[in-house]
């Protein structure tokens, strides 16, 4: 993409706005038009510019117009239309403008583009308002709207319903006619009416419609309203797994039901029957002749083919494209009633008129005084508003116009109208010659991605999009704002005054991870001046190293910096660009690992957190220490095109934890699919990743050295793991056992090769042949057809007659294996052919192994299940191992981006061998890194424009505009692919009120915010005094006291602790022992002995025995008494140390050890109810002490 790029000169504070775009052979050109202010070296932007933008992306040719070029000549041939950019031999694709021209050759340079197919942007930021306009011309084509992926469906069944029943309700097919009915395996097909799909996988007579393509349409069914439906419950997907026919019954018989029941009720007489309408997502209907697609079927007649489907099948959604027609910018700058605001009250309220008659009033005021307002120039803005409003006044007539018209809800309400925003028409003048850091990289980042869309991927935005921050102006005081002497930041100080630069350069700032969001705060803290002060800082951690493939987003880094640590690479970078910065960079993990260095000063002493990760664990934890701390929250998030971010501020708005998110796939897929009955290529790459490339190279070699190193430790660990990781753990170890007696001692690379070639035809051939052989039987038995809908039958790999892929899996395995078992591989080809050759690898003959294979369609009989007996056998053999003999292993760390490792080598083979056995179509090595490297896509242009929103959020908390209220901040919700109608944008919520249960005047509610704070530096309370000041305060009873958000079973008090000071245990004279039932709950085997010893005679010699066993337990039960109460009458400090310190003595003790030590304070959770024994919920305590060193 040829791409032509209109700069603004040097200015302020929020220079580099570009960025270079396009691929290997693409080409940027920068124009530098009206050049009248250079830097003080005389260099102009874009020659300050060209260095680092070539530097971005060595594949991306940027380069400078002739500065002989003048605006005048700028429409020509030799310019905007040459023929041959940079030698490429096309034209520009675009032509971006981030500077107003002057309006004749701006409208001219639009209509230029307009004319020949090129795409024409405008970007452009004055003061605290930014515009970007958008023209793709007459004609432009949509290919791909969204750029979301299109959905493959696996058919499992078709049925054609011959006369279409009432209650089935598809669009355009009437009651009686015949129609046909896909059922699908997905629960939800994702399709709506009229969404064309082509035909894939069809087998048998129903082969000839592959490659088809057919108009789809949504199926519903009717239900009686007072049926009231479940669809979401367990019952109504049980019943969509019927057929269709079945499913139509069912309702019906329903429906009667209910109608017989309302036709007899008195009170319904002369009403309708309410009725709703159901749609079932696992169901689609076929259209046969629809002119939007071939005809399916020459001859409608012919439509009992689909009576012959057995299995099989894909639908392939296809997108049809969009055709667009844009206005040229001279007609939507008068033409564009209610411009679009990125404030969604702003713009229903119509405030982007004010925006957009400012812009036009600039253009006339220069075109009639030869230069462009004056900061704060107040006569420059008084002319500017007088051409606001000629303009208005002129344009009242014209119908579809931008006036100063009244605005509701987004719509001009008749023609009535109201007064200019004068303010905002001055301001806009006032500031005009300014641009601030936030509003460049938000511009830069939308703008960007509007060249992308010249291809016809994504949807541009509806022409534009204006962003007006008034918030940032609270202060015009002349000796704030001005007078300005050269500083770096003078644009800031014109806009928000000395006085926040000031506290801007004494900001404590810790930016949590410097990927891609990281780089691009960093960049804004540095340009803004944040952390210069004497008590300002930056902090930036991350543990993460450059990786190449960081480099297409991650614009601080650069090839020489691939494996050094993004933080030292990320503070290095901008401290060049600005020296005065006060930066210190970690490499360390904030979580509750690292307290002991980001200790409770160091949370205290910050200004606020700024998160800029990609994991949801990290983010709650850093919510969680700004909701104790009670800091500001900047956070934000990308995925491909799609955005979004949250102000979070204390006591004002809701926090991240108020939420519900997890890093969890929701589209979990069965492992009875993956294991056996795949059908999508996702399915073969899920279980080569979870299933071969774990075991063999992970899990295994993991498990095995830790047997091989300590075996003794090993079987103790093995006790506190569940049983199918038992069962698991223990045929790991023996499978890496027995390939070393295989071997005949020490695994060299000859011995990886059969290891692989056992894996091979394990893998690939004699778990198929095993599969199907067991699928004949139940055929046979049960007389039913096995392999249908969605289970294909798969076929084997014979080595007899190889196909390609086996040398490529050979390949791959034995030099992965050859990594675990620390062997030299053998990367040349025609090496590893010879010892292939060498070798004489035979294929051994299938026999029946009698074991039984599991056929099951659900997920309950998994690989976890208790291995029972042979366990116990494996452990028995396992014991009898002499490991100090075994060869050393070295488990596998899964890296995507290492081509070297065979990590994706391995993966691509196991999943197109799979998918080979399956007749499923092979996947690129590319999707398989993607997947199985659960790669989220980042793209630098939706990087770049959430962080500029961020960034003039954290002007607003510099302000202090939290004071004023939530409304005054923004949190976003962005996709810059699907068009300016997915621009969102909202004030934060509010905080979530949590509701304690109980009643005034105690507090009815709190937030997450809050917390009980009991100080007890004076005196120290005992656990039993902290429950009953709870208990007093509050009128509750006290279950269980514990350390706040943690989820074991642990606690400093517990009730039913309490209640065992009531248990006893007592001899009798008569022998008889008389036993509290409590006992037996926690100590069951003593029943037994009490039994017995009511049974059996003084003079039995057995009665020694159990008197023993009840002897043991009534000396547990006073040591339990005894340990309560030390703990129920001790510290409350105490009793935490004493229940909460790890018990394995090293590392974990230490940094309990040096966090306790470091604070007096633990903060409690409580569980307690009411004498209705109702449920309480109290904020968590902060229990202050008295503190003395353990």
Known sequence: ??????????????????????????????????????????????????????????????????????????????????????????????????????????????????????????AITNGVTSSIFSDFGPNHEITDATGEPTQTLAVSNVEVIAEKPK???????????????????????????????????????????????????????????????????????????????????NFERQFDFYKIAFDGDEESSGKNFPVRTITIFNRLALVLNDDKGEKLLDDSSKVGIFDKYQSGGLLNQVRPPIAKQYLSLTETLEKTPVPQMLRGEDWELGKGVDVH?????????????????????????????????????????????????????????????????????????????????????????????????????????????????????????????????????????????????????????????????????????????????????????????????????????????????????????????????????????????????????????????????????????TDARCLFFSKALLESGTLGTKCNHEVILPFRTSSYNDGEESDDNENQIAMCTLRSFPYLPKHCIEFAKQAYFSDYFEFGPEVYESFRQDSLAFFEQLDTMEPGDQSRSLRMIKAFIDLQEEAGGAIDFDGCVRIAFNRMIKDFRTSIIDLCHSADEMEKSSGNKFWTGTKR????????????????????????????????????????????????????????????????????????????EDDEKLKGELYKIDSSKLQPAQPAEFEKDDDLNFHIDFLTTATNMRSWNYDIKPSARHTVKVTAGRIIPALATTTAMVCGLVDIEFCKLVLGLQSQGSDKFLNSNINLAAGSGNFTTFAPDPPVPISTGLESPQPKSF????????????????????????????????????????????????????????????????????????????????????????????????????????????????QTKESFMKKFTGKVSDAYHQVYRPLEEGEKQDYFDSVFEARDYVTFGIDCHTQSKEDITLPPIKYIFPHTKK
Request: hydrophobic share 40%; glycine share 8%; charged share 25%.
């Open 1 to 122: 993409l040829p791409l032509f790029l209109c700069q603004r000169p040097v200015g302020g504070s929020g220079r580099r706005r570009g960025h270079a775009v396009g691929r290997s052979g693409s080409s940027v050109k920068v124009a530098q038009v009206e050049e009248e202010e250079k830097e003080k070296e005389g260099v102009t932007l874009a020659e300050a510019s060209l260095g680092e933008l070539r530097s971005l992306n060595p594949f991306c040719r940027v380069d400078i117009l002739d500065k002989s070029i003048t605006t005048e000549s700028l429409l020509g041939e030799e310019v905007v239309l040459s023929k041959d950019v940079l030698g490429t031999h096309r034209p520009y694709a675009a032509i971006v403008v981030t500077k107003l021209l002057p309006k004749k050759v701006l409208l001219a340079l639009n209509e230029t583009a307009r004319s020949n197919g090129i795409a024409f942007i405008m």
């Open 167 to 249: 209650l089935l309700q598809v669009d355009g097919v009437k009651d009686g006619e015949k129609v046909v009915i896909l059922t699908v395996a997905q629960s939800d097909h994702g399709l709506e009416d009229g969404d064309v799909v082509v035909l894939e996988d069809m087998r048998d007579e129903m082969e000839v419609l592959n490659g088809k393509s057919v108009t789809v349409k949504r199926v519903a069914i009717s239900s009686p309203t007072a049926a009231k439906v479940d669809t979401r419950g367990v019952a109504f997907k049980t019943a969509l797994a019927l057929p269709t026919s079945s499913v139509i019954s």
């Open 357 to 621: 008659l400012s812009i036009a009033a600039v253009l006339d005021f220069h075109e009639s005084s030869g230069h462009w307002p004056r900061l704060h120039n107040s006569d420059d803005a008084a002319q500017v508003l007088k051409l606001a409003e000629d303009i208005s006044n002129a344009r009242k007539e014209v119908e579809g116009s931008c006036w100063s018209q009244n605005i509701q809800y987004g719509f001009p309400m008749g023609g009535e109208p109201r007064d200019l925003d004068e303010k905002r028409i001055r301001r806009y003048a006032r500031l005009f010659a300014t641009e601030l850091t936030g509003f460049c990289a938000f511009l830069g980042g939308a703008a960007a991605q509007e060249v992308i869309k010249a291809s016809g991927k994504f949807t541009p935005i509806d022409q534009w999009v204006h962003h007006d921050e008034c918030a940032l102006v609270v202060d015009e005081c002349t000796s704030n704002v001005g007078p300005l002497f050269g500083s770096r930041y003078d644009h800031q100080i014109a806009i928000m005054g000395k006085d926040f630069q000031a506290r801007l350069a004494n900001q404590r700032v810790f930016l949590v991870g410097c990927g891609a969001l990281g780089c691009e705060y960093l960049k804004g803290l540095a340009l803004m001046g944040a952390g210069t002060g004497k008590d300002g800082k930056i902090w930036v951690t991350d543990m993460d190293r450059i990786e190449v493939s960081n480099l297409s987003r991650q614009f601080l880094f650069r090839q020489n910096d691939v494996g050094h640590p993004k933080s030292v690479r990320g503070a290095l970078v901008v401290e060049r660009w600005n020296p005065n910065v006060n930066i210190e960079a970690l490499e360390k993990k904030v979580g509750t690992d690292s307290e002991d260095h980001f200790d409770d000063k160091f949370w205290e002493s910050l200004s606020l957190c700024w998160n800029a990760l990609d994991n949801v664990e990290a983010r709650k934890y």
């Open 793 to 868: 039958r798969p076929r084997p790999v014979d080595w007899t007659n190889p196909i390609p892929l086996l040398m490529e899996y050979l390949y791959s395995t034995s030099n992965m294996y050859a990594s675990v078992w620390q062997v030299q591989g053998v990367r040349d080809r025609d090496q590893f052919q010879a010892v292939l050759d060498k070798l004489k690898l035979e294929q051994p003959q299938w026999k029946p192994s009698g074991e039984k294979v599991d056929l099951s369609e659900g997920d309950d009989n998994e690989e976890g299940a208790d291995g029972g």
């Open 1007 to 1118: 937030t997450s915010w809050d917390k009980i704070e009991i100080s007890c530096k004076a005196n120290e309370l005992s656990v039993e005094q902290l429950a009953q000041y709870v208990s007093r305060t509050f009128g509750v009873s006290v279950d269980r006291i514990f350390l706040h958000g943690d989820t074991e079973d642990k606690a400093i008090f517990n009730e039913m602790d309490k209640s065992k000071l009531d248990w006893a245990i007592d001899f009798a004279e008569d022998g008889k022992v008389i036993v509290s039932d409590g006992v037996f709950t926690q100590w069951p085997q003593v029943r037994m002995a009490v039994q017995m010893l009511g049974r059996l005679p003084p003079t039995s010699g057995q009665r020694a025995i159990f008197k023993s066993q009840v002897e043991k337990v009534k000396v547990a039960l006073d």
